[in-house]
């Protein structure tokens, strides 16, 4: 807020320069300069809403930008918007003034969140535009939800500013991402890969990244040249790539990575891991290896659950009497009768209907 005051100060001079100002505005004007540099606001405020200023003259226009930042300096940003913008739209400022204006203006909106007007002030923008105003732009644009308009402005930065603050490259990774382009979102993440080449969480997402794009085999690829390398990461780390796929509605890749997983070694093999899996091959509609998984866990465990997902597993698939056989393991752990009588019903009569069958079948 002071090396704002300062500027004011500083582009003060020359306005006046050009411009003759009132000398009861000009000492109004010194006077809450003076009050606010002391942090007296209320002093300030009241000399500069004591001077008398003719109506779409220079020197009004000079006591709302005052009062702008006045109230600015007291953190009260919507006041110093109403101040600023009456400034600014009075035409009466230099164009130095003018553009100054309008940059702090765009600040205090994107304060506000009122992106829209954040735009509209920062366009159209200059040939090179500095860091700054990039930034300010790009983060309007993303309070909208316009990523597509928000990307090209970050990629122009980094084109020029190769060497940029990691953000920039964390936010067109992100873009891409939410604009489902992965291979962008690829490309930058290596970008980042190679600015911390042992930082896990940067090979996490590169995988993560890899899944989502729907190979799952190069995403495995990646997870083990990170560890070749020593970088360590977190099954939690890992179990949350599996649920990212799942989420994503991608069970037969969260089942690939899964498994890929606990074969390499990098997840250890647990009953949590192992229903997991089976779970998201039954969600695939790979019912056959998820059969194979239930029928494993349920011997070890003997749990009912277990059971009757085998069972409706392979009545799924029309083996009545696996089915039937795991609804009687199931009965026997401790399933609730009812709902295993409904399944046994079911089986039986499709047995039945089988075996009609395949002796009118016989018979003719």
């Known amino acids: 807020m002071r090396y704002l005051l300062l500027l004011l100060l500083i ?17 109004a004007l010194e006077t809450a300069r003076h009050a606010q540099e002391a942090g007296r606001y209320e002093a300030a405020r009241e000399a500069l809403e004591g001077a008398e200023a003719r109506p779409g003259s220079f020197e009004q226009a000079l006591l709302w930008r005052s009062l702008g930042y006045l109230a600015w300096a007291r953190g009260d940003n919507r006041q110093a918007l109403q101040w600023l913008e009456k400034a600014v739209d009075s035409g009466k400022l230099d164009a130095t003034a003018q553009a100054n204006e309008r940059l702090n203006l765009a600040r205090l909106n994107l304060v506000e969140g009122r992106f829209g007007k954040v735009v509209q002030l920062l366009s159209p923008l200059p040939a090179n535009p500095d860091e700054d105003l990039l930034k300010m732009l790009v983060q309007a644009y993303q309070g909208l939800g316009q990523h597509s308009k928000a990307l090209p402005l970050a990629e122009r930065y980094l084109k020029t500013h190769p060497q940029a603050d990691d953000a920039w490259l964390q936010f067109l990774v992100a873009g891409n991402a939410e604009l489902e382009r992965y291979d962008a979102a ?3 993440q290596r970008r980042l890969l190679a600015r911390h080449p042992d930082r896990a969480r940067d090979w996490w997402q590169l995988a993560g ?21 020593g970088v360590a990461f977190d099954e939690s780390q890992l179990d949350n790539l599996v649920l990212m796929a799942s989420a994503a509605g991608q069970p037969w890749q969260g089942a690939r990575m899964l498994e890929g997983m606990l074969k390499s070694g990098l997840l250890a093999r647990t009953a949590t891991r192992e229903e997991r899996l089976g779970m998201l091959w039954w969600q695939a509609r790979e019912r056959d290896q998820a059969a194979q998984i239930y029928r494993r866990l349920a011997g070890r465990s003997g749990s009912a659950k277990h059971w009757m997902n085998l069972a409706q597993l392979e009545l799924e698939q029309a083996r009545w009497q696996a089915g039937l056989d795991a609804l009687k393991r199931a009965e026997q752990a401790g399933a609730e009768r009812s709902q295993v009588r409904a399944w046994r019903e079911w089986a039986e009569g499709e047995l039945s209907f089988e075996r009609e069958r395949r002796q009118l079948a016989r018979v003719d």
Request: hydrophobic letters at 45%.
């Open 11 to 27: 582009t003060l001079t020359p306005v006046q320069a050009a411009q003759s100002i009132d000398a009861a505005v000009l000492r």
């Open 186 to 188: 690829q490309r930058w």
């Open 209 to 229: 990244l890899q899944q989502l794009a729907g190979d799952e085999e190069k995403a495995l690829g990646t997870l083990r040249a990170a560890q070749l390398k």
